[in-house]
C-alpha cells in the first residue's frame, strides 16, 4: 500500500518557481491497476519521478507499507520502472539487461540464472535472450524492459507511457498482456498514459491530473459517469455541455421547463448540464426524458456508430450518436430537424466554473 | 532541376578545384614514399626498388633509441592526458551543474589556444628549472609536457560520446539497484570505451609527431623521432631519413585510422 500525503513538488525558486505538483493526496492499494492520466506537462511523470526517488518532495510524505520512503535513495527503493524510452542497456544482451537489478543486489549467481529464465519465459522473449538489445523491435524492446524491471521483484512497478511508442495494433496486445501479467502477479502498478482509451479498459483506478492536482480519483465507470467536474468530463470521453441553473431540487435547462431531479438538491444556482452522445435519443419522443428537437448539420459514420451534430431550437450544439445497429434508422438526413430526448437519469449537473469565479 | 537540392558537387568548377587540392596535399607525401624505396643513396636519381634504407634504419642504434623514446612518451602521455580528460568530461556532462564550466572549457583547450612555440619556451623555462634542482634529466619532463597539449585532443572524442549517450540509462541503473560506483562501472564505462580509446589514439599521434614542444624540453642527448630526424636533416639528407619518415608515417595513420573506424562505431 502506497500512501502519498500531500506531495507537492516546484522546481525553481522565487518568480522562477514552477509548481509541478500541488498537494496530492491518495492511497494505491495493494494490487491495484493504478493509473494517472491526464494532458501532457500535467506532472504525471514527475509523480513516478517522486516515488521511485530520482526526485525528491518539496513537500508531503510517501508512505510504503507504513514507512516513510523520502530517505531512500532511489538505488533502495523496493520500487521498479519502466521508462517510456525503454531505457535497456545497449551494449548488454537480453539476458544481461534482465539478470542486471538481480546482479546489482547481489544475488546468488544460480537464483539470478534462474529468475532471467522465469521472466523471460513469462515475456516470451527466451528465444531472444542473446541478442545485444539495440537489435531488437519495439515491441521486444517494451516486453524485454517489462522483464527487467519485473525480475527484482518490486513492491510497485512504475510504468511511464510504456506503450506510446508502439504501433495501434502492438499496442493492443501489449495492453491485454500486461493486464494479464498484473492480474497473474497480484502487483501493484502505477501506469501514466495520455490516452484515455488504455485507461479506461486497463485500470482498477484512474486518477485524472491536471496542472499539477488531482482531478478525480475514480473507478473508469465512476469516472464516465460522474465525473467531478467539467475538466474530468471534457477529458474521459466525448460530451456536450448545456448550460442551466439549478433551485430547490428542480434543475431548468436554458430554454426549457424545470424538471425535478434529485441530483439538483445539492445545488443553488448556475450549472453546467453534461449528456454523454450516446445517451441522447435521436428522432423519438421518449419517456421520462427533456424534449426537444435539433436540426442535423452533419452525420459523420464511425463504423459502429453514427455521430450525428445538431443544432437546438436555441442555438447550442449538440452531438448525438446513434448506434449503427442492422435495423437501425438510416433515414437521418443533414438539414432535416428531428425530435430529441434527453433522459432526466443521464443528464449530470457538474459545478459551474464560471458561476463560481464571479 | 531547381527541386534538386544544393550541392557543391554541381558547382562549376569544383571539381578540379578538389583534384588540384588532394594532389597539393598528398603528391609530396607520396614521393617520399617513394623516394624511400629508393636503392640508390642519392635523392632524385632513382636506381631502382629496394627496401634496403628500412633494413638501414632498423639497424641504426640511434633510431631505435629515438623511436621508442617515441613510443614511451606517446604512450604514457596519452594515458594520462585520457584520464584526465575522461574526469573532466563526465564532471562536465555528469552530476550537477558545475560553476565555472566555461571556465574549464577554457584551461582544457589551453593547448590549442596558446601558440604552440609560447607554449613549448614555457614550458622549457619551468622544466630547466626543475631539472635544475632535482638533477633527473629523464624522459618524465616530456611526458608530463606532452600530457598538457594532448588534453584537449583525448577530450573531444570522450565528450562526443557522453553528450550522446542517453542519460535515462543511468537513472534506469540506480533504479535497478545499482549504486554509483556500480553503474558507472557496468554502464557508462562500457558506453564510454570507444571513445576513450578514440582519444587515447589520438593523443597518442599528437604526441607521436611533435616537434616543437620535444625540442625544447628534451634534456641534451635525448632524442623522439621528430626531433631526431630533425637532427639528421641538418647534417646530410639521405634516403634513411626517407624510410624513417615512411616508417612515422604509417605509424600515425594507422593510429588515426583505428581510431576513426571506433568513433564511427554507434553507441
Ligand atoms: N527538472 C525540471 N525542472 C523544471 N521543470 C520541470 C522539471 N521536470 C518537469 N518540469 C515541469 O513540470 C511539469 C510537469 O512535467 P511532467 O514531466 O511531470 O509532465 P507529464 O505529465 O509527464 O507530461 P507528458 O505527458 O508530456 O510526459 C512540466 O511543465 C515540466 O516542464
Ligand atoms: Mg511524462
Redesign the interface.
Known amino acids: 500500500m502506497l500512501e502519498i500525503k500531500s506531495l507537492s513538488k516546484t522546481f525553481g525558486a522565487g518568480v522562477a518557481a514552477y509548481h509541478a505538483l500541488r498537494s496530492v493526496d491518495v492511497t494505491v492499494a495493494e494490487g491495484e491497476f493504478f493509473t494517472l492520466l491526464g494532458p501532457s506537462g500535467c506532472g504525471k511523470t514527475t509523480l513516478l519521478r517522486l516515488i521511485a526517488g530520482f526526485e525528491q518532495p518539496t513537500g508531503g510524505q510517501l508512505v510504503l507499507d507504513g514507512q516513510d520512503i523520502a530517505a531512500i535513495p532511489p538505488s533502495r527503493r523496493p520500487v521498479n520502472t519502466v521508462f517510456q524510452s525503454y531505457a535497456l542497456f545497449p551494449h548488454m544482451t537480453v539476458a544481461q539487461n534482465v539478470a542486471f537489478g538481480l546482479e546489482a543486489r547481489g544475488t546468488a549467481p544460480g537464483d539470478v540464472a534462474r529468475r532471467v529464465d522465469e521472466m523471460l519465459q513469462l515475456v516470451q522473449m527466451d528465444h531472444l535472450r542473446d541478442r545485444k538489445s539495440a537489435a531488437l523491435s519495439g515491441g521486444q524492446q517494451q516486453r524485454v524492459a517489462l522483464a527487467r524491471a519485473l525480475a527484482p521483484r518490486p513492491r510497485i512497478l512504475l510504468l511511464d507511457e510504456p506503450l506510446s511508442a508502439l504501433d495501434l495494433k502492438l499496442r493492443k496486445e501489449m495492453q491485454a498482456e500486461l493486464k494479464r501479467l498484473q492480474r497473474e502477479m497480484g502487483l501493484t502498478f502505477i501506469f501514466v498514459t495520455h490516452d484515455q482509451d488504455e485507461a479506461l479498459t486497463m485500470s482498477d483506478r484512474i486518477a485524472v491530473m491536471e496542472g499539477g492536482r488531482l482531478q478525480q480519483v475514480a473507478t473508469p465507470r465512476d469516472l464516465y459517469d460522474h465525473p467531478a467536474n467539467r475538466f474530468v468530463a471534457g477529458f474521459i470521453g466525448e460530451t456536450n455541455f448545456l448550460p442551466g441553473r439549478a433551485a430547490e431540487g428542480q434543475l431548468r435547462l436554458d430554454g426549457f421547463a424545470p424538471v425535478a431531479l434529485a441530483e439538483a438538491k445539492a445545488v443553488n444556482g448556475a450549472v453546467t448540464v453534461m449528456i454523454r452522445p450516446e445517451h441522447i435519443i435521436v428522432g423519438r419522443e421518449a419517456p421520462d426524458c427533456v424534449q426537444t428537437s435539433g436540426q442535423i448539420d452533419e452525420l459523420v459514420f464511425f463504423g459502429t456508430d453514427t455521430h450525428v451534430k445538431l443544432t437546438l431550437p436555441g442555438g447550442a450544439s449538440l452531438t448525438a450518436r446513434a448506434q449503427n445497429s442492422l435495423h437501425s434508422a438510416t433515414d437521418l438526413n443533414p438539414g432535416q430537424t428531428v425530435p430529441l430526448s434527453l433522459p432526466y437519469d443521464a443528464l449530470r449537473i457538474l459545478p459551474d466554473e464560471a458561476a463560481h469565479a464571479v | 532541376m531547381s527541386k534538386r537540392k544544393f550541392s557543391v558537387r554541381h558547382v562549376p568548377g569544383a571539381a578540379p578545384i578538389a583534384i588540384v587540392t588532394f594532389v597539393a596535399l598528398y603528391a609530396p607525401v607520396l614521393i617520399l614514399i617513394a623516394n624511400a624505396f629508393n636503392a640508390g643513396p642519392v635523392i632524385g636519381r632513382w636506381e631502382g626498388f629496394s627496401g634496403r634504407w628500412f633494413v638501414a634504419a632498423i639497424g641504426n642504434d640511434a633510431f631505435r633509441n629515438a623511436a621508442l623514446n617515441s613510443l614511451i612518451v606517446a604512450a604514457l602521455a596519452a594515458l594520462i592526458s585520457t584520464s584526465l580528460a575522461t574526469m573532466a568530461a563526465l564532471a562536465i556532462t555528469r552530476g550537477r551543474r558545475l560553476r565555472g564550466e566555461g571556465g574549464i572549457f577554457v584551461v582544457l583547450n589551453q593547448p590549442l589556444l596558446v601558440p604552440e612555440i609560447v607554449l613549448a619556451i614555457a614550458l622549457m623555462i619551468v622544466l630547466a628549472q626543475i631539472k635544475q634542482a632535482t638533477g633527473y634529466h629523464g624522459l618524465g619532463y616530456l611526458i608530463v609536457a606532452h600530457s598538457t597539449f594532448c588534453i584537449p585532443f583525448a577530450f573531444m572524442p570522450i565528450r562526443a560520446r557522453l553528450e550522446g549517450m542517453?542519460l535515462?540509462?543511468e537513472?534506469?541503473?540506480?533504479?535497478?539497484?545499482?549504486?554509483r560506483f556500480?553503474t558507472f562501472r557496468?554502464?557508462t564505462l562500457?558506453?564510454l570505451a570507444p571513445g576513450i580509446l578514440a582519444g587515447f589514439m589520438l593523443a597518442f599521434v599528437v604526441s607521436l609527431d611533435n616537434v616543437v614542444v620535444s625540442s625544447f624540453v628534451k634534456s641534451p642527448g635525448q632524442e623522439t623521432l621528430p626531433t631526431y630526424l630533425m637532427g639528421e636533416l641538418r647534417r646530410n639528407l639521405s634516403s634513411e631519413i626517407y624510410a624513417i619518415s615512411a616508417l612515422l608515417l604509417f605509424a600515425s595513420v594507422t593510429v588515426v585510422a583505428a581510431s576513426w573506424l571506433i568513433t564511427r562505431r554507434k553507441?
Open positions: 542517453d535515462t540509462l537513472t534506469a541503473a540506480m533504479d535497478l539497484y545499482a549504486g556500480y557496468r554502464v562500457p558506453l553507441p
